[in-house]
């Protein structure tokens, strides 16, 4: 069997997609279209479902696209062992990092490791998206509730989300003492796609749940905060973005005997499960790790 057509039928398996597959493969759609036909008549077996916008596949189009996975990967370690012997650890990772908490916390470990080991190349995403890991994201860091099951997701600690206002906002219009009143005051906070805003809070054995309506909302977090600081209304935070103001007095809490929670309260590093990680990416994952554990506060 061919390999080159193998790697085919997983790419095709892996975006669910021809025409998709062919923007990436640098190919004409009709001609992925013949070489999976090829295939087929090759095996002498159906190997996916094809509809006009997806493709999935046979019960043998699943087992060959296992064996294509382990192929692939093996073929990735055995390159990568003939390239880096004799020498430092090179390669590239690319990462995806949430804005707030990538810039205000793990961009100093991100540096860190640079420095360790100049032969990688960083390829260093800020953004806030919670979707599938693209082709050329090798780690994606996200808060959630939960995290997805068709990724491989490992615990970074808890993130603490925050009712902040900036003390001359607190000064001029008083902090709310109750959660209720988040739904009619100047909120600041990141949105959420595809349901409506709304804020957590649980207090003792009470859960209760208010529908915001945003004065400033925005998914940079860098942004939402100088916008709490110029008091523009009541942010609602993770507490890392507001840590050293809160520290200088420039920034107050209010509801500090709730526990909120909007867009979740756990941090994850996420990895695709049929994807061989190379050993920069492996070492990344064990330096992120390490250092989310050493500036958790339970650590």
Known sequence: MDIQALNLLVEIIDCGNLSQVARKLKMTRANVSYHLAQLEKQTGVQLVHRTTRRVEPTE???????????????????????????????????????????????????????????????????????????????????????????????????????????????????????????????????????????????????????????????????????GVLAGLGIGLLPDYMVQDVLTSGEVVTALDDYRLSIFGTRMYLLTLPNRHPTRAVRTCIDHLLARAKSESPSS
């Open 60 to 226: 043998v189009g699943l087992r060959l696209y296992e064996h294509g996975c382990n192929i692939r990967n093996e073929m990735q370690a055995a390159q990568e062992t003939i390239t880096r012997l004799g020498q430092g650890l090179q390669g590239r990772v690319g990462i995806s990092v949430p804005s707030g908490y990538g810039q205000m916390v793990m961009s100093h470990w991100l540096i860190e490791f640079k420095r360790q080991y100049p032969g990688i190349v960083l390829d260093v995403v800020f953004e806030n998206r919670v979707d599938n890991l693209r082709d050329e994201i090798d780690i994606a860091v996200r808060i959630l509730p939960e995290p997805p099951q068709q990724l491989v997701a490992r615990d970074m600690g808890t993130v603490r989300y925050l009712a902040c206002a900036a003390r001359t906002y607190a000064d001029a219009h008083g902090l709310p003492t109750e959660l209720a009143q988040l739904g009619s005051l100047p909120v600041v906070t990141a949105n959420v796609v595809g349901r409506p805003l709304s804020v957590r809070g649980y207090r003792g054995d009470s859960r209760e749940e208010v529908q915001l309506a945003p004065a400033l909302i925005s998914d940079h977090y860098p942004f939402l905060r100088q």
